[in-house]
T-cell receptor
Framework: IAGITQAPTSQILAAGRRMTLRCTQD?????MYWYRQDLGLGLRLIHY???????GKGEVPDGYSVSRANTDDFPLTLASAVPSQTSVYFC????????????FGPGTRLTVL | GQNIDQPTEMTATEGAIVQINCTYQ??????LFWYQQHAGEAPTFLSY????GLEEKGRFSSFLSRSKGYSYLLLKELQMKDSASYLC??????????FGAGTTVTVRA
């Protein structure tokens, strides 16, 4: 693994189903983030974690949950998917210094029908 | 709330210069980033400004005026590979990034 990876690459999901998007980084970054990107709206922060064991809510947290059991992994769970959660999801990580760049994963394209 | 505005689309010719403007009204300011995002790919870091003035990095430069809530990204000697979306993002009082909707730049031969 080099950098930050996400799985799956894409997924079609029936409404009401539970889904977990996976994110793993090997840069030993303290901070990790989940964003969704929708046409015309840009990237919006869903949840974040400043360090292992802690999480916080972003701009659009409803319908999503996260956990940060260790430094490397930051899964995002949709408990009961709805069509409005159709989006491209990006995971990102950083060293935690807000003046330093965030590194983004390749994204997961999720379609909820 | 956060308000970050940038033009939706711009078109320019190969070899030319393009300036992408970004204006912001946010709850606090702790720096401004520009990211590049090619279609279907992840955003990648281009520049960071926290003090007023111009930061030059090769063909790309970024300018910031904190008093005016204004930044621009200048792309010189445009190449076809510069066709991408350019995202302006502000670090707010909570030290989180708020992104504009992005500007899609198309470079034509």
């Amino acid at each position: 693994i080099a950098g930050i990876t996400q799985a799956p690459t894409s997924q079609i999901l029936a409404a009401g189903r539970r889904m977990t998007l996976r994110c793993t980084q090997d840069m030993r970054h303290n901070a990790m983030y989940w964003y969704r990107q929708d046409l015309g709206l840009g990237l919006r922060l869903i949840h974040y974690s400043n360090t292992a064991g802690t999480t916080g809510k972003g701009e659009v947290p409803d319908g999503y949950s996260v956990s940060r059991a260790n430094t490397d992994d930051f899964p995002l769970t949709l408990a009961s998917a709805v069509p409005s959660q159709t989006s491209v999801y990006f995971c990102a990580s950083s060293d935690g210094d807000p003046h330093n760049e965030q590194f983004f994963g390749p994204g997961t394209r999720l379609t909820v029908l | 709330g956060q308000n970050i505005d940038q033009p939706t689309e711009m078109t320019a010719t190969e070899g030319a210069i393009v300036q992408i403007n970004c204006t912001y009204q946010t709850s606090g300011f702790n720096g401004l980033f520009w990211y590049q995002q090619h279609a279907g790919e992840a955003p990648t870091f281009l520049s960071y400004n926290v003090l007023d003035g111009l930061e030059e990095k090769g063909r790309f430069s970024s300018f910031l005026s904190r008093s005016k809530g204004y930044s621009y990204l200048l792309l010189k000697e445009l190449q076809m590979k510069d066709s991408a979306s350019y995202l302006c993002a502000v670090v707010d009082n909570d030290y989180k990034l708020s992104f504009g909707a992005g500007t899609t730049v198309t470079v034509r031969a």
